[in-house]
Each structure stands twice: as structure tokens, then as C-alpha cells.
């Protein structure tokens, strides 16, 4: 029982701290909100991680069932690969793409997943445009030396959710709204703000951001063995994983040819 009560209650603050990750998974007390990724917040997330590390760990010095020993595995892999990536990696200070990103692909699973009626989920969209703009205001804030390739993409990103938000949602939009006027101008009232936070957006990348992009892509032979170790649960060394790699890619085109 306190391993189950241990695993709802890391369910319910990851589908808190990614809202999108809740739908996602079918759960939509969250479909009005998106991801909260000011620095504060993100400082919050890798507290609340490391409380369940030790909740974690005291668990498992004690006798769990087969079963819950592999869950509880699983979840300290899971936890040390998010703590590995907010305090070491740093992808949240270091890519615009998660930033800009998230609203599209949070809008886009309520517009395709047909889990409530075409009215109710316009109604979540509403509530995630509204989130939207605060998001775009997290990336500038956080976000000071990317590596190049990421601001490339990010500025991709960001031109594409303009046309996005401009022509796509909308269309959908006065579908799902049907005759209601009233939601169709509460839709439009809502997505007019993001479509001009994305112009924005994307002239901050380009013209701010790239400039002094001169982060670097790799993260390290170390930590990227840290992340193989808490991802994938791999202790292969990097050169005898490369070789595994080069023999299955020469493999492969081979067949391919």
C-alpha cells in the first residue's frame, strides 16, 4: 500500500507539472492548462523529485513484492533521469524547442483525440491558449545560450505554430464551436494574443537568439553515460556501444542496398 500511495502521488504531481503529459495519458483533469516552466517552478519540480527519491529509497530498503520491486525501479530511473536533466543537462536553459513547442502540441491532442464532444474540448483549448503566452515569456527569461542547431530549430518551430494558430486551429475551431457563437468569439478573443506572442516568438529567435547561439551540442562522454545509465539502464562503455551501432547501421544498408 505506501508503494501504491507513492505511485499515485508521483503521477498526480508529474500530470500537475505537465499537463500535457495527462492528456496524453488519457487523465484530463489538466486540459485547460499547460506546463509551468519559469525558473521557479522548474526549482520546484526538482525538489518535489528529490522528495520522492527518498520516499523512494526508503521504500525499497524495506520488503516490496516482486512486482513493486521492478515499478519501484523503474521510477527511480525515471526520477534520476529528470533530476540528471534539470540540474546537469539543463535542456530547459539551453532549448527554446520545449518552450514553443508545448502549445501546439498540448492544443492538438485536445483538437484530435475525440475523448469529450468537439465543444468541450474547445473550451480546454481556450484554457490552453490562455497559458500559452506566459510559456513563450518563461523561454526569454530562461533560455541564454543555446547550442546553434537548437535555435535553428526553434525558429522552425515557432514560424510553423504562427501559420498553426492563424489558419489550422481556427478552422477547427468553428467546427467544434458548431452554433455557438458566443464560444467561437471566447475561442477568438483567446487565440488572437497567441498568434501575435508566436510573431513575436519567432522574431525573438531570429533576431535576439540566434545571434548569440553559441552553445555547445555535446553534452560529454560522462554525463551522456549518466543518461544512458538513468534512461535506458545501459552500463556499456561509449566505445563498445559505438561498435554496436556501426555494425547494425552497416547492417542495415546493406539490406537496404
Same mark, same amino acid.
Given at each position: 500500500?505506501?508503494?501504491?500511495?507513492?505511485?499515485?502521488?508521483?503521477?498526480?504531481?508529474?500530470?500537475?507539472?505537465?499537463?500535457?503529459?495527462?492528456?496524453?495519458?488519457?487523465?484530463?483533469?489538466?486540459?485547460?492548462?499547460?506546463?509551468?516552466?519559469?525558473?521557479?517552478?522548474?526549482?520546484?519540480?526538482?525538489?518535489?523529485?528529490?522528495?520522492?527519491?527518498?520516499?523512494?529509497?526508503?521504500?525499497?530498503?524495506?520488503?516490496?513484492? &516482486?512486482?513493486?520491486?521492478?515499478?519501484?525501479?523503474?521510477?527511480?530511473?525515471?526520477?534520476?533521469?529528470?533530476?540528471?536533466?534539470?540540474?546537469?543537462?539543463?535542456?530547459?536553459?539551453?532549448?527554446?524547442?520545449?518552450?514553443?513547442?508545448?502549445?501546439?502540441?498540448?492544443?492538438?491532442?485536445?483538437?484530435?483525440?475525440?475523448?469529450?464532444?468537439?465543444?468541450?474540448?474547445?473550451?480546454?483549448?481556450?484554457?490552453?491558449?490562455?497559458?500559452?503566452?506566459?510559456?513563450?515569456?518563461?523561454?526569454?527569461?530562461?533560455?541564454?545560450?543555446?547550442?546553434? &542547431?537548437?535555435?535553428?530549430?526553434?525558429?522552425?518551430?515557432?514560424?510553423?505554430?504562427?501559420?498553426?494558430?492563424?489558419?489550422?486551429?481556427?478552422?477547427?475551431?468553428?467546427?467544434? $464551436?458548431?452554433?455557438?457563437?458566443?464560444?467561437?468569439?471566447?475561442?477568438?478573443? $483567446?487565440?488572437?494574443?497567441?498568434?501575435?506572442?508566436?510573431?513575436? $516568438?519567432?522574431?525573438?529567435? &531570429?533576431?535576439?537568439?540566434?545571434?548569440?547561439?553559441?552553445?555547445?551540442?555535446?553534452?560529454?562522454?560522462?554525463?551522456?553515460?549518466?543518461?544512458?545509465?538513468?534512461?535506458?539502464?545501459?552500463?556499456?562503455?561509449?566505445?563498445?556501444?559505438?561498435?554496436?551501432?556501426?555494425?547494425?547501421?552497416?547492417?542495415?544498408?546493406?539490406?537496404?542496398?
Amino acid at each position: 500500500p505506501a508503494f501504491a500511495a507513492l505511485a499515485d502521488d508521483y503521477y498526480a504531481v508529474l500530470f500537475a507539472w505537465d499537463p500535457t503529459a495527462a492528456t496524453y495519458a488519457g487523465v484530463h483533469d489538466f486540459d485547460t492548462q499547460l506546463p509551468d516552466l519559469s525558473a521557479a517552478n522548474v526549482g520546484r519540480r526538482a525538489a518535489a523529485l528529490k522528495g520522492f527519491q527518498t520516499r523512494l529509497a526508503a521504500l525499497r530498503a524495506g520488503k516490496l513484492s &516482486e512486482a513493486d520491486a521492478i515499478d519501484a525501479e523503474t521510477l527511480d530511473h525515471a526520477v534520476r533521469a529528470e533530476l540528471l536533466d534539470i540540474e546537469t543537462v539543463g535542456e530547459w536553459k539551453r532549448n527554446p524547442v520545449p518552450y514553443l513547442g508545448k502549445p501546439a502540441e498540448g492544443i492538438d491532442l485536445l483538437m484530435k483525440r475525440s475523448f469529450a464532444p468537439p465543444a468541450d474540448r474547445l473550451r480546454a483549448v481556450v484554457g490552453r491558449l490562455k497559458a500559452a503566452p506566459p510559456l513563450l515569456a518563461a523561454m526569454k527569461a530562461n533560455v541564454q545560450n543555446p547550442p546553434k &542547431e537548437f535555435a535553428d530549430l526553434g525558429l522552425i518551430v515557432a514560424k510553423g505554430s504562427v501559420g498553426f494558430f492563424k489558419s489550422d486551429l481556427p478552422a477547427w475551431a468553428k467546427t467544434a $464551436a458548431g452554433a455557438d457563437a458566443k464560444l467561437f468569439a471566447e475561442f477568438e478573443a $483567446a487565440n488572437a494574443p497567441v498568434v501575435a506572442a508566436f510573431e513575436d $516568438a519567432a522574431r525573438w529567435v &531570429e533576431t535576439d537568439l540566434l545571434p548569440r547561439a553559441k552553445g555547445g551540442y555535446a553534452i560529454g562522454a560522462d554525463v551522456f553515460m549518466k543518461k544512458l545509465a538513468a534512461e535506458e539502464m545501459l552500463d556499456i562503455p561509449l566505445d563498445r556501444l559505438l561498435a554496436i551501432g556501426l555494425a547494425n547501421l552497416k547492417k542495415d544498408q546493406e539490406a537496404f542496398a
